[in-house]
């Protein structure tokens, strides 16, 4: 296994879980942008949103639900947060299995940099 987020899923790489079900892992990011900073994640190795077949909508949902119960955890979901998957290398994805940024706590602006 190469991919750096299925050893975080299986255990193999330490990370701090802010939040984890059947379908779903949820970690601070290493290099936080934001106050806070956390990767949403299906436990499922899927490469990027590019690779989505129809079989990954209830992971979607799951991601979904994870996030906005993150925020309000994080005490961020009453002031806004993002949620953004990069896909492919132009548009920055490092790690090649489908993850969601959950960045708030802070005022951000468009287009980002």
């Given at each position: 296994?190469?991919?750096?987020f299925c050893k975080i899923v299986a255990g193999?790489?330490?990370?701090?879980t802010v939040f984890e079900d059947d379908a779903v892992l949820a970690f601070r990011d290493?290099?936080?942008q934001a106050p806070t900073h956390i990767l949403v994640i299906p436990k499922d190795h899927v490469a990027s949103a590019a690779e989505l077949e129809d079989r990954h909508a209830g992971?979607?949902?799951a991601i979904f639900k994870?996030?906005?119960?993150?925020?309000?955890?994080?005490?961020?979901a009453q002031t806004g947060y993002r949620l953004i998957t990069n896909i492919g290398r132009e548009?920055?994805?490092t790690v090649?299995?489908?993850h969601f940024h959950l960045i708030g706590g802070r005022p951000m602006g468009w287009p980002p940099g």
């Open positions: 296994m190469d991919c750096l193999e790489v330490p990370s701090e290493i290099n936080p992971d979607l949902v994870a996030a906005a119960e993150i925020a309000s955890a994080e005490g961020i548009a920055g994805q090649f299995h489908l």
